[in-house]
């Protein structure tokens, strides 16, 4: 048996690890889209490193892009076998994978309209297309948590829930050979314990073989419970006392449904200022309809709200921005008020547009609400630069910038550990480490190995290893 990995290698994206069995069989974990790589984006998503036709299954942790993106490619070369995945990754996949298509005929329009102009015919295609999205459905089956199920002949699959996104789960897989078992586990994306909305990640079984995410390795995230004040605070300061706008860039899936709860507990608790509050994202409320209907990933707190509130995301105030000419005339809107709108990172999408008409004017904010890769809009926001560069021109910095850490749907070090805690050590033989920077991995596994792993793997890109 080997195992190869083939994106999420020393890096944060692009997850995509494949399970080869003796008999030639080939198990793929994710399919993600490789982001925010530079130049070589594009190449990576292009180079597969294994052939698409030769694989048996797919099974797929969680919706997000960099672990779902490439699904439509991959049947666009040559898949046609079965797709798994928990029902609530299924409803956001179809939402997150149709934009994904969106985005890349848009950027080839754009790109080969350039190349038209300077006299250059070698025009490109878009990775994939919207009907490519709607040739992956064909082959998806849906997997509960907590239920074994046979995906073929000596393969057992079985989810158990990782707390990360709505619908994230662990992969855990029996695999048997020779009459022996193996036992795999991928953690996906590991989750929060005490998250506001989903429940914390699940036990799971003993392993041999572990691959495991590393994002926040070497961090410790603020508490959770910090960010319904600060999130007042702010609101207070720009809105009631400088009676500006409060711009907040918050990614479409989780991150702006933290928020609106967060909004909706303060309402609750008869502290939310009467102000307007736009979610200025199409698909944030195509994201926000599938948290409402998948009310079975709520933790046991925002069980009890919904038995006397039954949309935990909706407050007075909130109105939800579809149409592009509504977006434009918020530009110009006079009064205070709040703007939650895609991305998260400020370096695509309609908030981007929002910060350009915001930035100069001392009484306006912008509330960073997660990671930003380092050559994005919102890390040189919150680098505090005096002057920044949108769409080609120079703004300068008056609006005041702040952060809210404490909402990452990434596990910490601490919850990284605790989620591993239900495993002896001595029987895991070999925990290989993904999704990470390669020096956050460095830290973390010397972490691990003190707590008894001894046998601690860093990937490189297309690395195979033999699984005794």
Known sequence: MKISFHGAARTVTGSKHIIQLNDGRKILLDCGMFQGMGKETMQLNHTWGFEPKSLSCVIISHAHIDHTGLLP????????????????TADLMRILLEDSAHIQEADIRYVNKQRSKSGRNNLEEPLYTVEDVEAVFHLLHVVDYDRNIQVDSGIELYYTDCGHILGSAAVNLILQENGKSTRITFSGDVGRYRDIILRSPQRFPQADYIIMESTYGDKLHPPVAESQDFLLAQIEKICLQQKGKLIIPAFSVGRSQEILFLLNRLELEHRLPKLPYYVDSPLTAKATTVMR???????KTVQDILHHDD?????????????????IALNDYPHPCVIISASG???????????????????????????????SLGARLQEGRDEVGIFGRPYPVRASVAAMHSLSAHGDYEDLSQWL????????????????EYEVQIHFAERLRKKGFKDVEIPAMHEHFRLE
């Open 311 to 327: 949309d935990v995301f909706g407050f007075q105030g909130l109105a939800f921005i579809h149409d592009v000419a509504e977006s």
């Open 293 to 299: 209907e998948h009310p079975e990933c709520f933790n």
């Open 345 to 375: 990172m400020a370096e695509a999408g309609r908030v981007k547009h929002h910060i350009a008409h915001a930035i100069s004017d001392e009484r306006n904010g912008i509330l960073l609400t997660g990671y930003c890769e380092p050559q």
């Open 73 to 88: 490619r991959l049947v666009k070369d040559g898949y046609q076998g079965p797709i798994y995945c928990t029902k609530a």
């Open 421 to 436: 805690a239900c495993q002896d050590p001595k029987q895991v033989q070999r925990l290989f480490l993904v999704h990470g």
